[in-house]
């Protein structure tokens, strides 16, 4: 090793320190009352309006962004039927529906993260597409699989209750509908409801202010592509500086009379690498190409060796480097040292090379420092751009660096930092997404099982489900989440393995006159001992020992978030005791009535 291990491992517990706060998760705003504008739909006419429905329903899915739309898929193709997606935004697309900030494109290769591109004969037009494209595939997907039909948009799921005494879900809206549902689905996603900061002043703000999920194009001028061109002149700032304001900082920048970029903790920003799709090589894909891809991709993130790096990106660069380093030291105990300190080092290395291309990129060498992260690989998630650091060399582009507090106050004119205040005209709010608080406040409406319990209740002091998917008390309904279930950075590969799970299930039910299913209680005991035997690091994607984020809980995993973590064998094997359960077609775990 060329660095200190030992001094890097203490400049990381420092810059941790000072960044836990007593408050942790608390410290959020939820946007609700005074704050519910923050969510309102800017893409959709508000005044739409229509007669509430009351009918029954096959299957209801609530949301139609990828989860909604990969259930409705396989369903088909089972050939299950009368399917309704309910879904509060105006179309299909979910995160791809809401986030439409300049800048936005995938960060997982979108020839695997594009879900039904063989189904849909489709091939995206750059290694990582653009929101417009990703939103308009969600549309397609749409299209093609007749998921159009029944479709409510613009409505809002407010309860759904079971009725034992006809076995069905009852499905309220936010329009009065009732939909008596023999299955449901939850597809709400895993980062739906933006927060806000909680910031002391907040409301006195007098400027113009928007969340990035909800980005304001009647203000900024401009459209995804960047051209803000209404911005000229104006003093914005924005706060956060994590995957989402790293694709929007080079557009703000370009157009702003001066951008402020406030900091709380920096991003590790690897290289991108766009490139457009080689038409020769979409000529010699063979049938199955997709999956193929997107296991192999699956299997070098897990360290699982494979004779191709067909994806060959950062993630994979990223986390085969270092598994693979785990896996050979395990079996020839390199020199006699723990496979901790060596997977230490690997880590120290890339970090290294992050902060490294810090230094290459910015001209100024105080910015170049507050633009470090110091901090291990995959406390926080990792971000890749090629324009994003350089953006900060501009004349007209300040970091303000808050060392780890945060903004200190916001004022009716601007956001002070360490005593000095800074007037802007606007506030952008890059500022994610609601994790951890309860399952009602981050869908929007609660979910009551046998007895009139809810979910929430049910999940007070941690989840319970058999395969993440199956919840006691809950019968004929399905989750698609990765809290208990198989993670792996393609979330919509995930998404799909659920998709065919539930379409297996129903199917079966369909085709047996089952009215009722339903987790046994012990078996959704065992699965949850499993889920904490296998403790993913200790109830935090990073480490405990890791900086504040939504990955830990800010700073404070406790017992309730370390039981909804993933299977700790990781998706491979998650995916596997899916596939060898169906096939084994015992239903185990399920009582079928
Ligand atoms: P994050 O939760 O990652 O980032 C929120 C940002 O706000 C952080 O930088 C945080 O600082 C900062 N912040 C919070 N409170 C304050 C405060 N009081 N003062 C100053 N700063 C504050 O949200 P994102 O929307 O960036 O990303 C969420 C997730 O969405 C990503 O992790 C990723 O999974 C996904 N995503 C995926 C994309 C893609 O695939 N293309 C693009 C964008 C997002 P701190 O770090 O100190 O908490």
């Known amino acids: 090793m060329e660095f200190d291990a030992k001094a890097m491992r203490e400049k990381y517990r420092l810059e941790r320190e000072k960044r836990l706060r007593d408050d942790a998760n608390e410290q959020y705003i939820e946007i609700s009352g005074e704050y519910a504008h923050f969510i309102d739909d800017p893409y959709s006419e508000p005044g739409f309006s229509r007669e509430p429905l009351e009918r029954d329903v096959n299957v209801v899915l609530i949301g139609g962004g990828f989860g909604g739309l990969q259930a409705g898929a396989r369903l088909r193709e089972a050939g299950v039927e009368d399917i309704c997606i309910v879904e509060k935004g105006g179309d299909f697309g979910g995160t791809w529906y809401w986030n439409r900030y300049p800048g936005a494109q995938c960060d997982v290769e979108s020839y695997i993260y594009m879900p039904l591109l063989e189904e849909l004969n489709y091939i995206p037009t750059q290694k990582y597409a653009r929101g417009a494209e990703i939103l308009a595939h969600a549309q397609a997907i749409g299209r093609h699989y007749n ?57 006195d703000f007098s400027g113009h202010s928007f969340h990035t999920s909800r980005w ?54 690897d290289v991108r690498n766009n490139a457009q799709t080689d038409m020769e090589w979409t000529e010699s894909l063979k049938p199955g190409w997709q999956r193929q891809r997107m296991e192999n991709f699956n299997a070098l993130i897990c360290g699982v060796p494979q004779a191709e790096d067909l994806v060959n990106d950062g993630w994979t660069d990223l986390i085969g480097k270092m598994i693979r380093v785990f896996r050979e030291s395990r079996r020839q105990d390199l020199d006699g ?48 751009h090629d324009e994003y650091l350089q953006t900060f060399n501009r004349d007209n582009v300040t970091l303000v660096d808050t060392d780890g507090q945060g903004v200190e106050r916001i004022t009716e004119s601007g956001l002070v930092v360490d005593g000095v205040e800074y007037e802007v005209d606007c506030i952008i709010y890059s500022t994610g997404y609601e994790v951890g608080t309860s399952y009602a406040s981050r869908t929007g409406y609660e979910i009551y099982g046998e007895g009139g319990q809810s979910l929430s209740e049910k999940w007070e002091d941690g989840a319970r489900t058999l395969h993440g998917m199956f919840v006691h008390g809950f019968p004929n309904c399905f989750i698609m989440s990765q809290t208990q279930g198989g993670f792996t950075v393609n979330y919509p590969h995930m998404l799909d393995e659920l998709a065919a799970h539930i379409a297996h299930v129903i199917r079966h039910a369909q085709d047996h006159d089952i009215e009722r299913i339903e987790a046994t209680e012990s078996a959704e005991s065992q699965w949850v001992q499993t889920i904490i035997d296998k403790g993913m690091n200790g109830g935090a994607l990073g480490g405990e020992d890791c900086t504040p984020s939504y990955y830990n809980n800010e700073g404070k995993p406790n017992d309730r978030i370390r039981q909804g973590m993933p299977y700790g064998d990781g998706p491979i094997a998650f995916f596997a005791l899916l596939k060898a359960w169906r096939e084994e077609g015992k239903f185990d775990g399920l009582e079928l009535g």
């Open 147 to 203: 998921l159009y039909e029944d479709a409510l948009f613009q409505t809002q799921v407010t309860e759904t209750r079971w009725d034992a005494t006809i076995n069905r879900w009852i499905v309220s809206t936010d329009r009065g509908d009732t939909l008596r549902a023999r299955f449901i689905a939850m597809a709400n996603g895993p980062l739906s409801k933006p927060k806000l900061p909680g910031i002391p002043g907040i409301e």
């Open 216 to 269: 304001d194009y009647d203000y900024t001028g401009g459209d995804a592509d960047g051209g803000l061109d209404r911005l000229a002149g104006k003093r914005i700032a924005l706060i956060g500086t994590g995957a989402t304001a790293l694709q929007c900082v080079p557009h703000l920048g370009e157009a702003a009379g001066h951008l402020y970029v406030f900091q709380r903790t920096p991003s590790g920003v």
């Open 337 to 384: 040292k723990a496979i901790s300190e060596i997977m230490e080092a690997v880590n120290f290395e890339k970090m290294n090379e992050i902060r490294a291309r810090v230094d290459e990129l910015i001209g100024d060498p105080v910015t170049a420092e507050s633009l470090k992260p110091y901090y291990r690989m995959f406390c926080k998630r990792p971000c890749f």
